[in-house]
T-cell receptor, first 117, second 114 residues
Framework: SAVISQKPSRDICQRGTSLTIQCQVDSQVTMMFWYRQQPGQSLTLIAT?????????ESGFVIDKFPISRPNLTFSTLTVSNMSPEDSSIYLCSVRLAGEYGANVLTFGAGSRLTVL | AQKITQTQPGMFVQEKEAVTLDCTYD???????LFWYKQPSSGEMIFLIY??????QNATEGRYSLNFQKARKSANLVISASQLGDSAMYFC???????????FGAGTTVTVRA
């Protein structure tokens, strides 16, 4: 199965700053997603990262706050802009992999745990 | 409306015993998939088991089995012979039709006692 690397694994950030999270996959994947998990909560989809075009954002998430890049089929970045304490969350990259269950399973990176002071 | 409902915020289970985690779902789509993921304290999401809406048999993966009751729209996870390493948060999730996005339930924290 593919290996998904996320950087940073954790960070402590100051209010008003921005941070970019990287997601690197060791094989080409068609679909990549970014999720947010606020403390004690479930996962919420932020957006679908589209290769070569603008990301598709879910309701409640906007490009100005969460700009996403996906320059190729193995790499994506998520930026959390102008951070506030409410942005303290685990941010997870996930990819759709072909495999035993066909293309049905989403595999997740280890997550990036951000704390905003 | 909530698509995935997990009503058990937390459960305790004795080591070597079985535990059942409840999950109900809501969809009008005839084609969907149901997933269970495990999230240890480290934060990573580990895929456990998958059940397709057209699958005739209940899914099993080692100590994990999925009790799929389509008419009741439930997809309960059964962990047999619990181990200390099973202590984690467990999420039920659903994919609808050809959309690969997942909707997650609130999760259930499982604590295995020695």
């Amino acid at each position: 199965s593919a290996v998904i690397s996320q950087k940073p694994s954790r960070d402590i950030c100051q209010r008003g700053t921005s941070l970019t999270i990287q997601c690197q996959v060791d094989s080409q994947v068609t679909m990549m997603f970014w999720y947010r998990q606020q403390p004690g909560q479930s996962l919420t989809l932020i957006a679908t990262a589209n290769q070569g075009s603008e990301a598709t954002y879910e309701s409640g998430f906007v490009i100005d706050k969460f700009p996403i890049s996906r320059p190729n089929l193995t790499f994506s970045t998520l930026t959390v802009s102008n951070m506030s304490p409410e942005d303290s969350s685990i941010y997870l990259c996930s990819v759709r992999l072909a495999g035993e269950y066909g293309a049905n399973v989403l595999t997740f990176g280890a997550g990036s745990r951000l704390t905003v002071l | 409306a909530q698509k995935i409902t997990q009503t058990q915020p937390g459960m305790f289970v004795q080591e070597k015993e079985a535990v059942t985690l409840d999950c109900t779902y809501d969809t009008s789509d005839p084609s969907y998939g149901l997933f269970w993921y495990k999230q240890p304290s480290s934060g990573e999401m580990i895929f456990l088991i998958y059940q397709g809406s057209y699958d005739q048999q209940n899914a099993t993966e080692g100590r994990y089995s999925l009790n799929f009751q389509k008419a009741r729209k439930s997809a309960n996870l059964v962990i047999s012979a619990s181990q200390l390493g099973d202590s984690a948060m467990y999420f039920c999730a659903m994919r609808e039709s050809d959309d690969y996005k997942l909707s997650f339930g609130a999760g259930t924290t499982v604590t295995v006692r020695a």
